[in-house]
């Protein structure tokens, strides 16, 4: 049984920073690829960001140029480094494990972009 385990969310203020960690309970290099999802209150889940194994990225429009996802293998963590926060981007984040054969999700953290 695979855990994922997210954290770093919180409240920030407009324009700023967060960094979101996921640690999985196995390599990570076992996986095709691990997303970050976000739902936000009376929205549909959504897409964020797709880090695969070679280590190519790709990312929901709304967030390009703002958001960096990267992967530690060593470490077996993957992370969101969320930059310029917007309102919008208010949501709780959810990392997602996938192999050929089923996708993990771990429990998701907040995030509150407020002033």
């Known amino acids: 049984q695979v855990q994922l385990v997210e954290s770093g969310g919180g409240l920030v203020q407009p324009g700023g920073s967060l960094r979101l960690s996921c640690v999985a309970s196995?390599?990570?290099?076992?996986?095709?690829?691990v997303a970050w999802y976000r739902q936000a209150p009376g929205k549909e889940r959504e897409s964020v960001a797709t880090?695969?194994?070679?280590?190519?990225?790709n990312y929901v429009d709304s967030v390009k140029g703002r958001f960096t996802i990267s992967r530690d293998n060593a470490q077996n963590t993957v992370y969101l480094q969320m930059n310029s926060l917007k309102p919008e981007d208010t949501a709780v984040y959810y990392c997602?494990?996938?192999?050929?054969?089923?996708?993990?999700w771990g429990q998701g953290t907040q995030v509150t972009v407020s002033s």
């Open positions: 997602v494990a996938r192999t050929y054969f089923r996708d993990w």
């Open positions: 880090v695969n194994k070679s280590g190519s990225s």
């Open positions: 196995t390599s990570i290099l076992s996986f095709n690829n």
